[in-house]
């Protein structure tokens, strides 16, 4: 099993990116794949999580309506696009999978998610 992030990288505030998580070992089908990040000296923070059987997402009050999370079945892909990017944005990216289904109370619970990916650095610039 296996979780590949990419798609960091240095982009100017206001600016977008899009990251990838791809999936082998497993079929995102009958998974959730959420997205984290962890700033330097910060705890890890859930951004958003996709159901990838029924495509329900969830996302953090701090990035709704900036950030979007998809999947890409066919190929076993889990995107977040991340638009309006402030300097605070700043970390680590993560995807990680879970095989417990998503709630809304839940879906950010790190502790449900069994595999990492190993992090894509954001960099965002004022």
């Known amino acids: 099993v296996q979780l590949v992030e990419s798609g960091g990288g240095l982009v100017q505030a206001g600016g977008s990116l899009r990251l990838s998580c791809a999936a082998s070992?497993?079929?995102?089908?009958?998974?959730?794949i959420g997205w984290f990040r962890q700033a330097p000296g910060k705890e890890r923070e859930g951004l958003s999580c996709?159901?990838?059987?029924?495509?329900?997402?969830y996302y953090a009050s701090s990035v709704k309506g900036r950030f979007t999370t998809s999947s890409d079945n066919a190929i076993n892909t889990v995107y977040l696009q991340m638009n309006s990017l402030k300097p605070e944005d700043t970390a680590v990216y993560y995807c990680a999978a879970r095989l417990s289904m998503p709630g809304t109370g839940n879906w950010d619970d790190e502790g449900e998610y069994t595999y990492w990916g190993q992090g894509t650095q954001v960099t965002v610039s004022s």
């Open positions: 070992g497993f079929t995102i089908d009958d998974r959730a």
């Open positions: 996709i159901d990838g059987s029924d495509g329900s997402t």
